[in-house]
Each structure stands twice: as structure tokens, then as C-alpha cells.
């Protein structure tokens, strides 16, 4: 998985996964697929990803700081509207606070958490306001189309990271989601839960794990949109001292997105 242990500064204990089973264009079959995320590169060529350039992009992504009984662990996520965060599951799993910041270093007071069963997705609720939000794109990208991955690897400076959509696989992590999408855009512990833009700024995905051979893995628009449109799906997440003991609170704890 994506997050960034930082009490163990590595990958180590993160397992490799199995062999993604496919379908995948046949010269570009990934060999396995490991934890990860986007590494730490200069945000150029930004200035194609919306009216206002890069500045849109670093608004609306979010660092997040998982304070759990086994330790500090970082994760990235995106607003999808003024109070609403998307990020991963496990970024947040197993948290006893959470922490956002934006790109300012405004730290932004959390209000709920919740996961769901249908892919490594979470909702994260603020009660201050988001400074912005992308839009979602109307259709999952094609093979070939644009793809540029926006977060926060390492919990340290903002990256973006780009490249192409190699096509649809079957999810080797969660085979209840179906199909994901493979890209070639590099990212790195610490990038999970990034949205992936396409040339327009918009999302077209949400970054998750990576292949052994540094190709990652989203969560495509289509199931996002399937997810925020079902307001039941979404369990609150129950502090992590009281995991043991606490069953997960009803749907109705945790707001629809707007």
C-alpha cells in the first residue's frame, strides 16, 4: 500500500502481491504488484492542467497524517467538494487522528472518516473549508490518454508526476472491484490516495498501489462516482483504540458528499 510508514523509512513488511491476472495488452503485462506511491519531482509542465495552472492543481490535494496505536503513517487524498476529501482505505485505516494539511500548511480540523467494501477508497469530512476542487471526468480514460498523478510522497512537498494509461486490469488487491487501471505514471510511498488528472485537470482516478515495475494502479472515475453516489456503502471508521471493541457506526454518521 501506498502510505508511507515513517517508523520503518521503507517498503519492508509491505509484501509483494501476486501477478496481476490481466486483461492487459499482452506486451505490457505487469509481473507483480507491490505497495507504493509518486516520486519527488518539480512541478513543471503544470501549467496545462487548468485555467490557472499548477496553483488549481496544489489547492485542491491534501496531505494527511495518520496518528494510529502502531504509528505515524502519511498518505495523500483531493477534495471533491468544499468539505469532502477522497483518499484510500488504508491510508486512514486503523488511525486514532487524523491530520490534514493543505498546501499552505493550513491544518484543517476533521470531522468524519469512512471507508468502503467496494475498493480501496475513503471519505474524509473537514469542517473547515477545502481551498479546491477538481472536477470528475465524464468517462474513464482510454489506452494512450494523458494521465498526471498530484500528492504528496513521503509526506514531504507536493510532486507531480506524469504519463500515459496503459489499459484496464483486474485488481490484484480487492477482486470484488473488478477492473483498475494501469498507468506508467511513477509514484511512490506516501502518493496513495492522489488524484490522477487527465490533460484537462480532470479526475480520471484514485492512485492506490503500484506494480513491482513501477507502473501504478487507480481506482477508475467510474467506480469513484459509483461510490460517492452511494451514501450507504460508506462505514465510519471507529478509533483505532476502540477497534477492538466498537462496531462500525451506521452509514447515516457519515454525510453524503454534496
Known sequence: MLAATLVVASLAGCGVLPALPGPVPSDVVPTDAAPSAAPTLDPAGAEGLSPDGFDAVQRMAVRIRNVGCSGLSTG????????????????????????????????????????????????????????????????????????????????????????????????????????????????EPGSSGSAALDADGRVIGVVYAKTSDDRSLLVPVSTLERVLDDAEGFRALPPCARSSEAPSAPPSEIPSPG
Open 76 to 187: 495523500s487524498g483531493f477534495a471533491v467538494d468544499e468539505h469532502t476529501l477522497i483518499t484510500n482505505r488504508h491510508v486512514v485505516a486503523d488511525s486514532d487522528t487524523l491530520q490534514v494539511s493543505t498546501y499552505d500548511g493550513r491544518d484543517l480540523e476533521v470531522a468524519a472518516a469512512g471507508s468502503t467494501s467496494l475498493a480501496d477508497l475513503a471519505l474524509v469530512r473537514t469542517a473547515d473549508p477545502l481551498p479546491s476542487h477538481p472536477t470528475l471526468a465524464d468517462a474513464d480514460p482510454r489506452p494512450g490518454d494523458e494521465v498526471t498523478v498530484v500528492g504528496y510522497p513521503e509526506g514531504g512537498r507536493l510532486t507531480i508526476t506524469a504519463g500515459e494509461v496503459i489499459g484496464p486490469t483486474t485488481d490484484p488487491l480487492h477482486e470484488n472491484l473488478g477492473e483498475v487501471l494501469l498507468t506508467d505514471a511513477p509514484v
